[in-house]
Protein backbone atom coordinates (compact mmCIF):
# COMPACT_ATOMS: atom_id res chain seq x y z
CA UNK A 1 0.00 0.00 0.00
CA UNK A 2 2.68 2.32 0.73
CA UNK A 3 4.85 1.72 -2.41
CA UNK A 4 0.90 2.65 -4.24
CA UNK A 5 1.00 6.11 -2.19
CA UNK A 6 4.81 6.67 -3.30
CA UNK A 7 3.59 6.38 -6.98
CA UNK A 8 0.08 8.23 -6.63
CA UNK A 9 2.32 11.01 -5.03
CA UNK A 10 4.89 11.11 -8.22
CA UNK A 11 2.00 10.99 -10.18
CA UNK A 12 0.41 14.21 -8.93
CA UNK A 13 3.85 16.05 -8.48
CA UNK A 14 4.67 15.18 -11.77
CA UNK A 15 1.60 16.72 -13.23
CA UNK A 16 1.55 19.61 -10.69
CA UNK A 17 5.00 20.62 -11.72
CA UNK A 18 4.17 20.10 -15.06
CA UNK A 19 1.43 22.60 -15.58
CA UNK A 20 -0.35 23.93 -12.39
CA UNK A 21 -3.43 25.57 -14.03
CA UNK A 22 -4.18 22.71 -16.16
CA UNK A 23 -4.02 20.38 -12.99
CA UNK A 24 -6.57 22.49 -10.79
CA UNK A 25 -8.77 22.45 -13.64
CA UNK A 26 -8.86 18.75 -14.10
CA UNK A 27 -10.39 18.82 -10.42
CA UNK A 28 -13.55 20.56 -11.74
CA UNK A 29 -14.12 17.26 -13.90
CA UNK A 30 -15.51 14.71 -12.01
CA UNK A 31 -18.07 17.25 -10.71
CA UNK A 32 -19.63 16.75 -14.36
CA UNK A 33 -20.27 13.11 -13.53
CA UNK A 34 -23.15 13.41 -11.63
CA UNK A 35 -24.91 13.77 -14.20
CA UNK A 36 -26.17 10.13 -14.55
CA UNK A 37 -28.64 10.62 -11.02
CA UNK A 38 -29.24 14.16 -12.21
CA UNK A 39 -30.64 12.68 -15.64
CA UNK A 40 -32.24 9.90 -13.73
CA UNK A 41 -34.08 12.82 -11.27
CA UNK A 42 -35.07 14.63 -14.43
CA UNK A 43 -36.99 11.72 -16.19
CA UNK A 44 -38.39 11.22 -13.03
CA UNK A 45 -39.70 14.81 -12.84
CA UNK A 46 -40.78 14.47 -16.76
CA UNK A 47 -42.96 11.19 -16.39
CA UNK A 48 -44.20 12.28 -13.31
CA UNK A 49 -45.36 15.71 -15.04
CA UNK A 50 -47.18 13.64 -17.48
CA UNK A 51 -49.19 11.44 -15.41
CA UNK A 52 -50.25 14.54 -13.41
CA UNK A 53 -50.79 16.74 -16.63
CA UNK A 54 -48.45 19.22 -14.67
CA UNK A 55 -46.96 21.01 -17.83
CA UNK A 56 -44.52 22.80 -15.35
CA UNK A 57 -42.85 19.74 -13.95
CA UNK A 58 -42.90 18.08 -17.19
CA UNK A 59 -40.98 21.45 -18.32
CA UNK A 60 -38.89 21.48 -15.58
CA UNK A 61 -37.78 17.83 -16.16
CA UNK A 62 -37.26 18.35 -19.84
CA UNK A 63 -35.43 21.31 -19.62
CA UNK A 64 -33.34 19.48 -16.45
CA UNK A 65 -32.55 17.16 -19.41
CA UNK A 66 -31.28 18.95 -21.85
CA UNK A 67 -29.72 21.38 -19.53
CA UNK A 68 -27.39 18.37 -18.57
CA UNK A 69 -26.81 16.95 -21.67
CA UNK A 70 -25.30 20.86 -22.65
CA UNK A 71 -23.34 20.87 -19.54
CA UNK A 72 -22.35 17.25 -20.17
CA UNK A 73 -21.40 18.32 -23.72
CA UNK A 74 -19.29 21.84 -22.36
CA UNK A 75 -17.91 19.39 -20.06
CA UNK A 76 -16.46 17.22 -22.13
CA UNK A 77 -15.27 19.40 -24.69
CA UNK A 78 -13.40 21.44 -22.52
CA UNK A 79 -12.68 18.43 -20.17
CA UNK A 80 -10.73 16.57 -22.94
CA UNK A 81 -9.09 19.25 -24.22
CA UNK A 82 -7.44 20.15 -20.71
CA UNK A 83 -6.96 16.51 -20.02
CA UNK A 84 -5.30 16.01 -23.87
CA UNK A 85 -2.60 18.40 -23.02
CA UNK A 86 -2.03 17.93 -19.82
CA UNK A 87 -1.56 13.73 -20.52
CA UNK A 88 0.70 14.80 -22.90
CA UNK A 89 3.21 17.09 -21.18
CA UNK A 90 2.61 14.55 -18.13
CA UNK A 91 3.96 11.61 -20.14
CA UNK A 92 6.36 13.40 -21.94
CA UNK A 93 7.74 14.63 -18.41
CA UNK A 94 7.78 10.53 -17.54
CA UNK A 95 9.72 10.15 -21.07
CA UNK A 96 12.38 12.32 -20.01
CA UNK A 97 12.81 11.18 -16.40
CA UNK A 98 13.15 7.56 -17.53
CA UNK A 99 15.84 8.64 -20.27
CA UNK A 100 17.31 11.06 -18.20
CA UNK A 101 18.16 8.78 -15.47
CA UNK A 102 19.12 5.69 -17.81
CA UNK A 103 21.56 8.04 -19.34
CA UNK A 104 23.11 9.55 -16.35
CA UNK A 105 23.71 6.16 -14.90
CA UNK A 106 27.26 6.04 -14.03
CA UNK A 107 27.88 2.40 -14.90
CA UNK A 108 27.13 0.00 -17.40
CA UNK A 109 26.04 -2.37 -14.89
CA UNK A 110 22.05 -1.69 -16.02
CA UNK A 111 23.18 -2.64 -19.81
CA UNK A 112 24.46 -5.80 -19.17
CA UNK A 113 22.72 -7.56 -15.75
CA UNK A 114 19.66 -9.58 -16.83
CA UNK A 115 17.29 -9.00 -14.11
CA UNK A 116 18.25 -5.23 -14.09
CA UNK A 117 17.41 -5.77 -18.24
CA UNK A 118 13.90 -7.36 -17.52
CA UNK A 119 12.92 -4.43 -14.80
CA UNK A 120 13.93 -1.58 -17.59
CA UNK A 121 11.88 -4.13 -20.12
CA UNK A 122 8.65 -3.60 -18.20
CA UNK A 123 9.10 -0.32 -17.36
CA UNK A 124 9.81 0.31 -21.20
CA UNK A 125 6.32 -1.87 -21.95
CA UNK A 126 4.54 0.75 -19.32
CA UNK A 127 5.78 3.46 -20.82
CA UNK A 128 2.73 4.12 -22.42
CA UNK A 129 0.37 2.87 -19.60
CA UNK A 130 2.55 5.28 -17.25
CA UNK A 131 2.04 8.12 -20.20
CA UNK A 132 -1.57 7.73 -19.53
CA UNK A 133 -1.76 7.61 -15.77
CA UNK A 134 -3.33 10.94 -15.51
CA UNK A 135 -5.91 10.15 -17.86
CA UNK A 136 -6.21 7.03 -15.66
CA UNK A 137 -6.39 8.96 -12.49
CA UNK A 138 -8.65 11.35 -13.49
CA UNK A 139 -11.39 8.48 -15.09
CA UNK A 140 -11.27 6.42 -11.78
CA UNK A 141 -11.87 10.47 -9.82
CA UNK A 142 -15.00 10.65 -12.34
CA UNK A 143 -16.44 6.88 -11.86
CA UNK A 144 -15.89 7.45 -8.18
CA UNK A 145 -18.08 10.21 -8.13
CA UNK A 146 -20.79 8.94 -11.25
CA UNK A 147 -21.05 5.90 -9.19
CA UNK A 148 -21.64 7.73 -5.46
CA UNK A 149 -24.17 10.20 -7.62
CA UNK A 150 -26.20 7.04 -8.68
CA UNK A 151 -26.40 5.03 -4.89
CA UNK A 152 -27.76 7.92 -3.05
CA UNK A 153 -30.15 8.73 -5.80
CA UNK A 154 -31.38 5.23 -5.50
CA UNK A 155 -31.46 5.06 -2.09
CA UNK A 156 -33.27 8.52 -2.12
CA UNK A 157 -35.97 6.52 -4.59
CA UNK A 158 -36.45 3.16 -2.11
CA UNK A 159 -33.23 2.43 -0.01
CA UNK A 160 -34.56 -1.40 -0.25
CA UNK A 161 -32.78 -0.87 -3.96
CA UNK A 162 -29.17 -0.72 -1.92
CA UNK A 163 -30.12 -4.11 -1.83
CA UNK A 164 -28.88 -4.67 -5.84
CA UNK A 165 -25.64 -3.52 -4.80
CA UNK A 166 -24.38 -7.09 -2.79
CA UNK A 167 -25.02 -8.28 -6.95
CA UNK A 168 -22.73 -5.79 -8.11
CA UNK A 169 -19.80 -6.89 -5.50
CA UNK A 170 -18.87 -10.37 -6.78
CA UNK A 171 -17.12 -8.09 -8.98
CA UNK A 172 -14.71 -6.62 -5.80
CA UNK A 173 -12.65 -10.53 -5.72
CA UNK A 174 -13.43 -10.87 -9.26
CA UNK A 175 -10.92 -7.66 -9.85
CA UNK A 176 -8.54 -8.57 -7.19
CA UNK A 177 -7.80 -11.99 -8.47
CA UNK A 178 -7.31 -11.13 -12.00
CA UNK A 179 -5.09 -7.85 -11.16
CA UNK A 180 -2.66 -10.90 -9.55
CA UNK A 181 -2.74 -13.07 -12.77
CA UNK A 182 -2.29 -10.35 -14.88
CA UNK A 183 0.97 -9.05 -12.47
CA UNK A 184 1.93 -12.72 -12.49
CA UNK A 185 1.79 -12.96 -15.87
CA UNK A 186 3.86 -10.19 -16.73
CA UNK A 187 6.95 -10.90 -14.12
CA UNK A 188 6.90 -14.54 -15.78
CA UNK A 189 7.03 -13.78 -19.13
CA UNK A 190 9.44 -10.72 -18.63
CA UNK A 191 12.39 -12.65 -20.27
CA UNK A 192 10.75 -14.45 -23.07
CA UNK A 193 9.45 -10.94 -24.08
CA UNK A 194 12.82 -9.21 -23.88
CA UNK A 195 14.25 -12.28 -26.40
CA UNK A 196 11.25 -11.99 -28.70
CA UNK A 197 12.30 -8.38 -28.84
CA UNK A 198 16.19 -9.33 -29.32
CA UNK A 199 14.86 -11.55 -32.33
CA UNK A 200 12.58 -8.80 -33.97
CA UNK A 201 15.47 -6.31 -33.81
CA UNK A 202 18.01 -8.40 -35.20
CA UNK A 203 16.05 -8.80 -38.43
CA UNK A 204 15.74 -5.66 -38.55
CA UNK A 205 19.65 -4.68 -37.67
CA UNK A 206 21.96 -3.56 -40.92
CA UNK A 207 24.83 -5.11 -38.99
CA UNK A 208 23.14 -8.60 -38.53
CA UNK A 209 21.36 -8.41 -42.20
CA UNK A 210 24.74 -10.11 -43.86
CA UNK A 211 24.69 -13.07 -41.78
CA UNK A 212 21.47 -13.67 -41.54
CA UNK A 213 21.43 -14.27 -45.22
CA UNK A 214 24.80 -16.15 -45.61
CA UNK A 215 24.39 -18.24 -43.21
CA UNK A 216 20.17 -18.44 -44.35
CA UNK A 217 19.31 -17.91 -40.62
CA UNK A 218 16.32 -15.33 -41.87
CA UNK A 219 13.84 -18.47 -41.70
CA UNK A 220 14.72 -19.65 -38.94
CA UNK A 221 15.05 -16.30 -36.35
CA UNK A 222 11.53 -15.20 -38.00
CA UNK A 223 10.51 -18.68 -36.27
CA UNK A 224 11.93 -18.41 -32.90
CA UNK A 225 10.26 -14.74 -32.74
CA UNK A 226 7.08 -16.09 -34.08
CA UNK A 227 7.70 -18.68 -30.93
CA UNK A 228 9.15 -16.85 -28.34
CA UNK A 229 6.52 -14.01 -29.16
CA UNK A 230 3.68 -16.37 -28.78
CA UNK A 231 5.45 -17.72 -25.62
CA UNK A 232 5.45 -14.14 -23.87
CA UNK A 233 2.02 -13.88 -25.18
CA UNK A 234 0.67 -17.20 -23.64
CA UNK A 235 0.89 -15.86 -19.95
CA UNK A 236 -1.90 -12.69 -21.11
CA UNK A 237 -3.91 -14.65 -23.05
CA UNK A 238 -4.41 -17.51 -20.30
CA UNK A 239 -5.25 -14.57 -18.15
CA UNK A 240 -7.40 -12.88 -20.10
CA UNK A 241 -9.22 -16.39 -20.72
CA UNK A 242 -9.81 -17.13 -17.09
CA UNK A 243 -10.52 -13.69 -16.77
CA UNK A 244 -14.22 -13.63 -19.35
CA UNK A 245 -14.96 -16.54 -17.71
CA UNK A 246 -14.94 -14.81 -14.01
CA UNK A 247 -16.99 -11.83 -15.74
CA UNK A 248 -19.73 -13.69 -17.30
CA UNK A 249 -20.63 -15.33 -14.23
CA UNK A 250 -20.09 -12.09 -12.01
CA UNK A 251 -22.70 -10.90 -15.12
CA UNK A 252 -25.37 -13.58 -14.53
CA UNK A 253 -25.39 -12.93 -10.90
CA UNK A 254 -25.89 -9.01 -11.52
CA UNK A 255 -29.36 -9.74 -13.92
CA UNK A 256 -30.61 -11.88 -11.37
CA UNK A 257 -30.36 -8.91 -8.79
CA UNK A 258 -31.60 -6.02 -11.27
CA UNK A 259 -34.79 -8.21 -12.60
CA UNK A 260 -35.39 -8.21 -8.51
CA UNK A 261 -35.18 -4.34 -8.62
CA UNK A 262 -37.14 -3.75 -11.14
CA UNK A 263 -39.97 -6.12 -10.11
CA UNK A 264 -39.89 -4.58 -6.63
CA UNK A 265 -40.55 -1.02 -7.83
CA UNK A 266 -43.30 -2.78 -10.75
CA UNK A 267 -45.11 -4.31 -7.59
CA UNK A 268 -44.63 -0.82 -5.50
CA UNK A 269 -46.04 0.87 -8.10
CA UNK A 270 -49.07 -1.47 -8.71
CA UNK A 271 -50.01 -1.12 -4.72
CA UNK A 272 -50.01 2.87 -5.64
CA UNK A 273 -46.48 2.65 -3.30
CA UNK A 274 -44.94 4.64 -6.22
CA UNK A 275 -44.95 6.92 -8.96
CA UNK A 276 -44.41 6.10 -12.59
CA UNK A 277 -42.02 8.64 -12.35
CA UNK A 278 -39.66 6.78 -9.56
CA UNK A 279 -39.98 3.27 -11.48
CA UNK A 280 -38.44 4.99 -14.74
CA UNK A 281 -36.06 6.28 -12.71
CA UNK A 282 -35.44 3.45 -11.17
CA UNK A 283 -35.62 1.11 -14.49
CA UNK A 284 -32.52 3.78 -15.29
CA UNK A 285 -30.69 4.12 -12.57
CA UNK A 286 -30.65 0.18 -11.88
CA UNK A 287 -28.92 -0.28 -14.93
CA UNK A 288 -26.03 1.82 -13.89
CA UNK A 289 -25.75 -0.10 -10.46
CA UNK A 290 -24.00 -2.44 -11.71
CA UNK A 291 -21.10 0.09 -13.81
CA UNK A 292 -22.14 2.47 -10.40
CA UNK A 293 -20.49 -0.51 -8.28
CA UNK A 294 -17.83 -1.89 -11.17
CA UNK A 295 -16.90 1.21 -13.08
CA UNK A 296 -14.69 2.60 -9.76
CA UNK A 297 -13.17 -1.04 -8.67
CA UNK A 298 -12.35 -1.43 -12.49
CA UNK A 299 -10.89 2.43 -13.14
CA UNK A 300 -9.14 1.33 -9.56
CA UNK A 301 -7.54 -1.52 -11.14
CA UNK A 302 -6.68 0.58 -14.16
CA UNK A 303 -5.44 3.13 -11.92
CA UNK A 304 -3.17 -0.17 -10.19
CA UNK A 305 -1.54 -0.65 -13.39
CA UNK A 306 -0.61 3.01 -13.70
CA UNK A 307 0.52 2.98 -10.04
CA UNK A 308 2.20 -0.23 -10.83
CA UNK A 309 4.17 1.37 -13.62
CA UNK A 310 4.80 4.19 -11.78
CA UNK A 311 6.33 2.08 -8.93
CA UNK A 312 9.19 0.69 -11.68
CA UNK A 313 9.83 4.38 -12.16
CA UNK A 314 10.25 4.63 -8.18
CA UNK A 315 12.13 1.24 -8.46
CA UNK A 316 14.33 3.23 -11.44
CA UNK A 317 14.77 6.53 -9.70
CA UNK A 318 15.74 4.56 -6.22
CA UNK A 319 18.26 2.47 -8.11
CA UNK A 320 19.75 5.86 -10.04
CA UNK A 321 19.86 7.17 -6.25
CA UNK A 322 21.68 4.27 -5.11
CA UNK A 323 24.20 4.44 -7.39
CA UNK A 324 27.48 5.79 -6.08
CA UNK A 325 29.08 8.16 -8.19
CA UNK A 326 32.67 8.11 -6.26
CA UNK A 327 33.75 10.71 -3.47
CA UNK A 328 34.54 14.00 -4.07
CA UNK A 329 38.07 14.36 -4.54
CA UNK A 330 39.01 16.14 -7.91
CA UNK A 331 40.99 14.05 -10.59
CA UNK A 332 44.83 14.60 -10.41
CA UNK A 333 45.82 17.37 -13.05
CA UNK A 334 48.90 15.20 -14.10
CA UNK A 335 50.26 11.91 -13.02
CA UNK A 336 53.32 11.90 -11.21
CA UNK A 337 53.72 8.09 -9.79
CA UNK A 338 50.53 6.15 -12.05
CA UNK A 339 48.31 4.04 -11.44
CA UNK A 340 48.82 0.24 -9.50
CA UNK A 341 45.83 -2.08 -9.04
CA UNK A 342 46.17 -3.68 -5.14
CA UNK A 343 44.93 -7.35 -4.66
CA UNK A 344 41.54 -6.35 -7.04
CA UNK A 345 39.53 -9.02 -7.66
CA UNK A 346 35.89 -8.49 -9.91
CA UNK A 347 32.92 -10.31 -10.13
CA UNK A 348 30.68 -9.50 -12.22
CA UNK A 349 26.89 -8.77 -10.26
CA UNK A 350 24.76 -11.23 -10.50
CA UNK A 351 27.25 -13.98 -11.43
CA UNK A 352 29.38 -16.03 -9.04
CA UNK A 353 32.51 -16.15 -11.22
CA UNK A 354 35.73 -13.62 -10.72
CA UNK A 355 36.25 -12.39 -13.91
CA UNK A 356 39.28 -11.04 -11.99
CA UNK A 357 41.22 -12.06 -9.19
CA UNK A 358 43.62 -10.82 -6.82
CA UNK A 359 45.28 -8.85 -9.24
CA UNK A 360 48.06 -6.10 -8.74
CA UNK A 361 50.34 -4.26 -10.61
CA UNK A 362 51.89 -1.06 -11.26
CA UNK A 363 51.44 0.95 -14.54
CA UNK A 364 54.29 3.77 -14.48
CA UNK A 365 53.02 7.82 -14.93
CA UNK A 366 54.05 8.53 -18.99
CA UNK A 367 54.18 4.45 -20.02
CA UNK A 368 52.41 2.57 -22.77
CA UNK A 369 51.01 -0.67 -21.65
CA UNK A 370 50.13 -3.17 -23.75
CA UNK A 371 46.97 -5.77 -22.37
CA UNK A 372 47.17 -9.51 -23.92
CA UNK A 373 45.55 -12.63 -23.05
CA UNK A 374 43.18 -14.91 -24.60
CA UNK A 375 39.80 -14.58 -25.25
CA UNK A 376 37.47 -14.39 -21.77
CA UNK A 377 41.11 -13.97 -19.75
CA UNK A 378 39.76 -10.20 -18.12
CA UNK A 379 41.20 -7.20 -20.13
CA UNK A 380 37.91 -5.59 -20.96
CA UNK A 381 36.84 -6.06 -17.01
CA UNK A 382 40.17 -4.48 -16.37
CA UNK A 383 39.68 -1.57 -18.52
CA UNK A 384 35.60 -1.60 -17.39
CA UNK A 385 37.79 -0.85 -13.74
CA UNK A 386 39.34 1.93 -14.84
CA UNK A 387 36.88 3.97 -16.72
CA UNK A 388 34.87 3.47 -13.55
CA UNK A 389 31.90 1.58 -15.24
CA UNK A 390 32.05 -1.08 -12.23
CA UNK A 391 34.21 -0.49 -8.70
CA UNK A 392 36.38 -3.62 -7.69
CA UNK A 393 34.39 -6.30 -5.64
CA UNK A 394 37.86 -6.40 -3.41
CA UNK A 395 40.81 -4.48 -3.58
CA UNK A 396 41.78 -0.90 -4.28
CA UNK A 397 42.76 1.07 -7.59
CA UNK A 398 45.61 3.71 -6.81
CA UNK A 399 45.93 6.68 -8.74
CA UNK A 400 49.28 8.33 -7.79
CA UNK A 401 48.63 7.07 -4.44
CA UNK A 402 44.82 7.93 -3.79
CA UNK A 403 42.12 5.52 -3.86
CA UNK A 404 40.72 5.84 -7.34
CA UNK A 405 36.69 5.29 -5.46
CA UNK A 406 37.44 8.97 -3.60
CA UNK A 407 37.91 10.79 -6.78
CA UNK A 408 34.45 11.57 -8.50
CA UNK A 409 33.54 9.15 -11.87
CA UNK A 410 32.37 12.31 -13.42
CA UNK A 411 35.40 14.24 -12.28
CA UNK A 412 37.51 11.04 -13.20
CA UNK A 413 35.82 9.91 -16.54
CA UNK A 414 36.59 13.78 -17.95
CA UNK A 415 40.13 13.16 -17.83
CA UNK A 416 39.99 9.65 -20.11
CA UNK A 417 39.72 9.09 -23.42
CA UNK A 418 39.14 6.29 -25.16
CA UNK A 419 38.39 4.05 -28.52
CA UNK A 420 36.67 0.66 -27.98
CA UNK A 421 35.84 -2.34 -30.28
CA UNK A 422 32.43 -2.02 -30.46
CA UNK A 423 32.60 1.80 -30.88
CA UNK A 424 29.40 3.47 -31.29
CA UNK A 425 28.37 5.18 -34.66
CA UNK A 426 26.88 8.49 -33.82
CA UNK A 427 25.17 9.78 -36.89
CA UNK A 428 25.73 13.25 -36.92
CA UNK A 429 27.45 15.41 -39.81
CA UNK A 430 31.36 14.09 -39.42
CA UNK A 431 32.37 16.87 -37.93
CA UNK A 432 30.00 15.96 -34.95
CA UNK A 433 30.72 12.34 -34.93
CA UNK A 434 34.15 13.34 -34.37
CA UNK A 435 33.61 16.66 -32.12
CA UNK A 436 31.59 14.77 -29.12
CA UNK A 437 35.08 13.10 -28.37
CA UNK A 438 35.11 16.86 -26.78
CA UNK A 439 32.22 18.21 -26.02
CA UNK A 440 33.61 22.10 -25.68
CA UNK A 441 34.95 21.72 -29.22
CA UNK A 442 31.87 19.94 -31.01
CA UNK A 443 31.94 22.00 -33.84
CA UNK A 444 35.51 22.89 -34.27
CA UNK A 445 36.75 22.36 -37.68
CA UNK A 446 40.13 22.90 -37.00
CA UNK A 447 40.21 20.51 -34.06
CA UNK A 448 38.56 17.78 -35.44
CA UNK A 449 40.79 17.68 -38.21
CA UNK A 450 43.98 17.82 -36.38
CA UNK A 451 42.90 15.06 -33.91
CA UNK A 452 41.59 12.97 -37.57
CA UNK A 453 45.06 13.54 -39.09
CA UNK A 454 46.57 12.41 -35.64
CA UNK A 455 45.18 9.68 -35.96
CA UNK A 456 45.63 8.89 -39.58
CA UNK A 457 42.19 8.87 -40.43
CA UNK A 458 41.78 12.54 -42.16
CA UNK A 459 41.46 10.51 -46.16
CA UNK A 460 37.22 9.75 -44.62
CA UNK A 461 36.55 13.58 -44.80
CA UNK A 462 38.25 13.83 -48.34
CA UNK A 463 35.73 10.93 -49.39
CA UNK A 464 32.45 12.40 -48.36
CA UNK A 465 30.69 14.86 -50.75
CA UNK A 466 30.58 17.40 -48.09
CA UNK A 467 33.31 16.96 -46.23
CA UNK A 468 33.21 17.14 -42.53
CA UNK A 469 29.59 18.64 -43.32
CA UNK A 470 28.70 15.44 -44.33
CA UNK A 471 25.40 14.15 -42.57
CA UNK A 472 26.47 10.58 -41.58
CA UNK A 473 23.69 7.49 -42.08
CA UNK A 474 22.09 6.17 -44.81
CA UNK A 475 18.67 6.49 -43.22
CA UNK A 476 19.05 10.27 -43.32
CA UNK A 477 17.82 12.63 -45.93
CA UNK A 478 21.63 13.19 -48.03
CA UNK A 479 23.15 10.87 -45.32
CA UNK A 480 26.24 8.65 -46.41
CA UNK A 481 26.54 5.74 -45.40
CA UNK A 482 30.29 4.50 -43.81
CA UNK A 483 32.31 0.80 -43.98
CA UNK A 484 32.92 -0.54 -40.54
CA UNK A 485 36.60 0.61 -41.26
CA UNK A 486 35.74 4.60 -41.71
CA UNK A 487 33.24 4.22 -38.81
CA UNK A 488 36.07 3.01 -36.85
CA UNK A 489 38.51 5.39 -38.23
CA UNK A 490 36.30 8.50 -37.15
CA UNK A 491 36.01 6.53 -33.51
CA UNK A 492 39.61 6.82 -33.64
CA UNK A 493 40.02 10.36 -34.48
CA UNK A 494 37.02 10.92 -32.12
CA UNK A 495 39.56 9.08 -28.81
CA UNK A 496 42.38 11.98 -29.57
CA UNK A 497 39.76 15.02 -29.55
CA UNK A 498 40.68 15.54 -25.68
CA UNK A 499 43.62 17.45 -25.11
CA UNK A 500 44.73 16.67 -21.87
CA UNK A 501 43.54 12.89 -20.62
CA UNK A 502 45.11 11.34 -18.30
CA UNK A 503 44.34 7.77 -19.26
CA UNK A 504 43.62 6.92 -23.13
CA UNK A 505 41.99 3.13 -23.56
CA UNK A 506 42.67 1.88 -27.11
CA UNK A 507 40.75 -1.55 -26.54
CA UNK A 508 40.75 -3.69 -30.15
CA UNK A 509 40.08 -0.30 -31.56
CA UNK A 510 42.01 -1.07 -35.01
CA UNK A 511 40.19 -4.37 -35.17
CA UNK A 512 38.58 -3.45 -38.35
CA UNK A 513 41.53 -2.23 -39.86
CA UNK A 514 44.35 -4.21 -41.54
CA UNK A 515 47.18 -5.44 -39.38
CA UNK A 516 49.78 -2.72 -41.39
CA UNK A 517 47.48 0.07 -40.87
CA UNK A 518 47.39 -1.17 -37.02
CA UNK A 519 50.73 -0.93 -36.48
CA UNK A 520 51.02 2.47 -38.56
CA UNK A 521 48.56 3.57 -36.16
CA UNK A 522 49.56 2.03 -32.91
CA UNK A 523 52.90 3.79 -33.22
CA UNK A 524 51.45 7.39 -34.17
CA UNK A 525 49.33 7.04 -31.03
CA UNK A 526 52.59 5.74 -29.14
CA UNK A 527 54.40 8.78 -30.00
CA UNK A 528 51.47 11.01 -29.12
CA UNK A 529 51.50 9.26 -25.97
CA UNK A 530 54.67 10.18 -25.14
CA UNK A 531 53.97 12.93 -26.26
CA UNK A 532 52.04 13.52 -23.32
CA UNK A 533 54.17 12.02 -20.50
CA UNK A 534 54.61 15.31 -19.71
CA UNK A 535 51.61 14.61 -17.92
CA UNK A 536 52.18 11.59 -17.08
CA UNK A 537 49.80 10.65 -18.97
CA UNK A 538 49.06 6.43 -19.60
CA UNK A 539 48.48 5.04 -22.59
CA UNK A 540 46.03 1.25 -22.21
CA UNK A 541 46.32 -0.71 -25.44
CA UNK A 542 44.36 -4.19 -25.90
CA UNK A 543 45.32 -6.02 -28.92
CA UNK A 544 45.17 -9.70 -30.51
CA UNK A 545 48.14 -8.51 -32.65
CA UNK A 546 51.56 -9.02 -31.48
CA UNK A 547 53.40 -7.19 -34.06
CA UNK A 548 51.60 -3.75 -32.94
CA UNK A 549 51.81 -4.87 -28.93
CA UNK A 550 55.79 -5.21 -28.89
CA UNK A 551 56.02 -1.36 -29.44
CA UNK A 552 54.41 -1.14 -26.24
CA UNK A 553 56.66 0.08 -23.25
CA UNK A 554 54.96 -2.83 -20.92
CA UNK A 555 53.07 -5.70 -21.79
CA UNK A 556 50.53 -7.02 -19.00
CA UNK A 557 50.06 -10.69 -19.92
CA UNK A 558 46.67 -11.73 -18.34
CA UNK A 559 45.03 -15.18 -17.63
CA UNK A 560 42.23 -16.49 -16.44
CA UNK A 561 41.54 -13.25 -14.72
CA UNK A 562 44.85 -12.85 -12.88
CA UNK A 563 48.54 -11.30 -14.26
CA UNK A 564 50.03 -13.86 -15.63
CA UNK A 565 53.42 -11.59 -16.67
CA UNK A 566 54.12 -8.58 -17.11
CA UNK A 567 57.57 -6.70 -18.40
CA UNK A 568 58.89 -5.37 -21.72
CA UNK A 569 58.54 -7.63 -24.97
CA UNK A 570 62.07 -9.02 -25.20
CA UNK A 571 61.91 -8.97 -21.06
CA UNK A 572 59.07 -11.73 -21.63
CA UNK A 573 60.42 -13.34 -24.59
CA UNK A 574 63.78 -13.90 -22.92
CA UNK A 575 61.21 -15.46 -19.97
CA UNK A 576 60.22 -17.89 -22.42
CA UNK A 577 56.43 -18.27 -20.81
CA UNK A 578 52.79 -17.29 -21.89
CA UNK A 579 54.23 -14.31 -23.80
CA UNK A 580 56.58 -15.69 -25.68
CA UNK A 581 54.69 -18.91 -26.42
CA UNK A 582 51.77 -17.07 -27.52
CA UNK A 583 54.05 -14.07 -29.95
CA UNK A 584 56.14 -17.31 -31.21
CA UNK A 585 52.34 -19.13 -32.53
CA UNK A 586 51.46 -15.99 -34.20
CA UNK A 587 55.18 -15.28 -35.62
CA UNK A 588 55.19 -18.71 -37.10
CA UNK A 589 51.32 -18.44 -38.79
CA UNK A 590 52.47 -15.17 -40.31
CA UNK A 591 55.64 -16.54 -41.77
N1 LIG B 1 28.70 -8.34 -18.43
C1 LIG B 1 29.22 -9.48 -18.00
N2 LIG B 1 28.54 -10.22 -17.12
C2 LIG B 1 29.05 -11.38 -16.66
N3 LIG B 1 30.23 -11.88 -17.02
C3 LIG B 1 30.96 -11.19 -17.91
C4 LIG B 1 30.49 -9.95 -18.45
N4 LIG B 1 31.42 -9.48 -19.32
C5 LIG B 1 32.43 -10.38 -19.31
N5 LIG B 1 32.16 -11.39 -18.47
C6 LIG B 1 33.01 -12.55 -18.16
O1 LIG B 1 34.22 -12.06 -17.60
C7 LIG B 1 35.32 -12.76 -18.11
C8 LIG B 1 36.34 -11.78 -18.71
O2 LIG B 1 35.73 -11.14 -19.82
P1 LIG B 1 36.46 -9.97 -20.64
O3 LIG B 1 35.47 -9.37 -21.54
O4 LIG B 1 37.14 -9.09 -19.67
O5 LIG B 1 37.53 -10.80 -21.47
P2 LIG B 1 38.59 -10.28 -22.55
O6 LIG B 1 39.92 -10.73 -22.08
O7 LIG B 1 38.42 -8.85 -22.81
O8 LIG B 1 38.14 -11.14 -23.80
P3 LIG B 1 38.19 -10.81 -25.38
O9 LIG B 1 39.62 -10.91 -25.81
O10 LIG B 1 37.38 -11.89 -25.97
O11 LIG B 1 37.61 -9.45 -25.58
C9 LIG B 1 34.78 -13.75 -19.12
O12 LIG B 1 34.69 -15.02 -18.47
C10 LIG B 1 33.40 -13.26 -19.45
O13 LIG B 1 32.52 -14.34 -19.68
Not at 288 to 305: C, F, H, N, S, T
Not at 428 to 455: F, I, K, N, S
Request: hydrophobic share 45%; aromatic share 8%; with cysteine.
Amino acid sequence: MGEHWRSLRLLLRTAWRTDRWRSLALLLEPAGFLRFALFAWCLKLMADGAVRHDARMLAAGAAGITATRVLWFVGLWTGSWIRIGLTERVGFAFDREIARLTSELPGVEHHERPDIQDRLEMLRQKQGVLGNSLNTLINTANAVVAGVGTLVALAFASPWLLLLVPFALPVIPISTVQQRWYRDAEDRFAEPTRRARHLRALTVDRNAGMELRVFGLEAEILSRFRRTWRESWRGTHAADRRAALLNSAGELVFMAGYLGAVLLMLWRAGQGRATLGEVVMVVYLAQQVRGAVMDPIWKVARLGEALRAASRLLWLQDYAGGVGRGGDRPAPARLAEGIVFENVSFRYPGTGRWALRDVSFRIPAGSVVALVGENGAGKTTLVKLLCRMYEPTEGRILVDGVDLAGIGVDAWRERLSAAFQDFARFELTAQRTVGVGHLPRLDDRAAAREALERAGAADVLTRLPDGAESQLGGRWEGGVDLSTGQWQKLALGRALMRQDPLVVFLDEPTASLDAMTEHALFERYTNEARSGASRGAVTLLVSHRFSTVRGADLILVIDGGGVAELGPHHELLLRGGLYAELYQLQARSYA
